[in-house]
């Protein structure tokens, strides 16, 4: 007997698809919203089932997220096996279809999107994961994201609503980019060196630190230390620390009156004159310029 196959009539199932009229206007904005923006997006519980085939593509990008059990997806002639914690990201104008696995049926978390941007943010995705199918870990505000578009766009098209939905979309795909990045303050960080090290170099913001003293705090030699550091951050360690000063700085010169040499102090720089120099170079004005022009 043939299993039967539905593309939605799932018991629970949410969806919305906004009226091509607002995406067409969305998509000839100049808003912010035009960039990337949601089409579609919906919520489709142990569905059983279900299936669905574009001979020709979708004309927006697709991203599916699995929560539960587990399905495949096959974009032009590749086969993607999803479980719990996998994610794809279909891009617009490629045949595929998807089904759903018929004794472990899915639960799934799914966007149409397109923009400007959207291109872009593909062609990033598919650098960092090898391709357009990966994992992330269980993270209760991935879904609290998701589930703040979707109410924003139940409650209609009004200008807020979009504009909402649209930038958490920005950070509910970067949450899938970037997962070690995502909800950070909640990250076991013990081992990682560089986040170990980032942490160092906050907890002695107030010091010169070297090189080697930083390489030290993580059990690694400078030159080791260092080519690890510039690959993950693309930066120095000694500039990225120099970054998280000037950070700082900027934070004094909003919120306190110190005068630049008290500030400099703070952050373990002698020299006022080049802290001054340092903060110019990265923020593009001088301390008194950043100051007032925060008033």
Not at 10 to 28: H, K
Not at 54 to 60: L, Y
Not at 189 to 215: G, T
């Given at each position: 007997?043939?299993?039967?196959?539905?593309?939605?009539?799932?018991?629970?199932?949410?969806?919305?698809?906004?009226?091509?009229?607002?995406?067409?206007?969305?998509?000839?904005?100049?808003?912010?919203?035009?960039?990337?923006?949601?089409?579609?997006?919906?919520?489709?519980?142990?569905?059983?089932?279900?299936?669905?085939?574009?001979?020709?593509?979708?004309?927006?990008?697709?991203?599916?997220?699995?929560?539960?059990?587990?399905?495949?997806?096959?974009?032009?002639?590749?086969?993607?096996?999803?479980?719990?914690?996998?994610?794809?990201?279909?891009?617009?104008?490629?045949?595929?279809?998807?089904?759903?696995?018929?004794?472990?049926?899915?639960?799934?978390?799914?966007?149409?999107?397109?923009?400007?941007?959207?291109?872009?943010?593909?062609?990033?995705?598919?650098?960092?994961?090898?391709?357009?199918?990966?994992?992330?870990?269980?993270?209760?505000?991935?879904?609290?994201?998701?589930?703040?578009?979707?109410?924003?766009?139940?409650?209609?098209?009004?200008?807020?609503?979009?504009?909402?939905?649209?930038?958490?979309?920005?950070?509910?795909?970067?949450?899938?980019?970037?997962?070690?990045?995502?909800?950070?303050?909640?990250?076991?960080?013990?081992?990682?060196?560089?986040?170990?090290?980032?942490?160092?170099?906050?907890?002695?913001?107030?010091?010169?630190?070297?090189?080697?003293?930083?390489?030290?705090?993580v059990n690694f030699s400078a030159s080791?230390?260092?080519?690890?550091?510039?690959?993950?951050?693309?930066?120095?360690?000694?500039?990225?620390?120099?970054?998280?000063?000037?950070?700082?700085?900027?934070?004094?010169?909003?919120?306190?009156?110190?005068?630049?040499?008290?500030?400099?102090?703070?952050?373990?720089?002698?020299?006022?004159?080049?802290?001054?120099?340092?903060?110019?170079?990265?923020?593009?004005?001088?301390?008194?310029?950043?100051?007032?022009?925060?008033?």
């Amino acid at each position: 007997m043939p299993v039967p196959k539905k593309s939605e009539g799932f018991q629970g199932q949410r969806s919305i698809v906004l009226p091509r009229q607002i995406a067409t206007e969305l998509n000839n904005s100049h808003s912010m919203a035009s960039g990337l923006y949601i089409t579609d997006i919906g919520y489709y519980p142990k569905a059983k089932y279900h299936y669905r085939r574009r001979i020709n593509g979708s004309e927006q990008h697709i991203l599916i997220y699995c929560l539960e059990g587990k399905g495949h997806v096959q974009v032009q002639k590749k086969r993607y096996d999803l479980q719990p914690g996998s994610f794809i990201i279909i891009p617009a104008g490629n045949p595929h279809n998807y089904a759903s696995a018929e004794h472990d049926s899915w639960t799934i978390y799914w966007i149409h999107f397109t923009g400007s941007l959207s291109k872009k943010i593909i062609e990033i995705l598919k650098q960092k994961i090898n391709g357009y199918c990966g994992r992330v870990a269980f993270k209760q505000k991935r879904l609290d994201l998701f589930n703040d578009m979707y109410a924003c766009l139940e409650r209609g098209y009004g200008t807020d609503n979009l504009s909402y939905a649209n930038m958490c979309l920005h950070h509910y795909i970067f949450t899938f980019l970037y997962d070690d990045q995502f909800n950070l303050a909640e990250k076991a960080l013990a081992d990682d060196p560089v986040e170990l090290s980032i942490s160092f170099m906050q907890q002695h913001i107030a010091k010169p630190l070297s090189l080697e003293a930083i390489a030290k705090s993580v059990n690694f030699s400078a030159s080791h230390f260092s080519a690890l550091f510039r690959k993950k951050t693309g930066f120095a360690p000694i500039e990225y620390f120099n970054h998280l000063k000037i950070q700082l700085a900027c934070q004094y010169l909003h919120f306190t009156e110190l005068r630049v040499k008290e500030i400099a102090d703070k952050l373990g720089i002698e020299d006022p004159y080049y802290f001054s120099r340092l903060f110019t170079k990265l923020m593009g004005m001088s301390p008194n310029q950043y100051r007032s022009s925060k008033l």
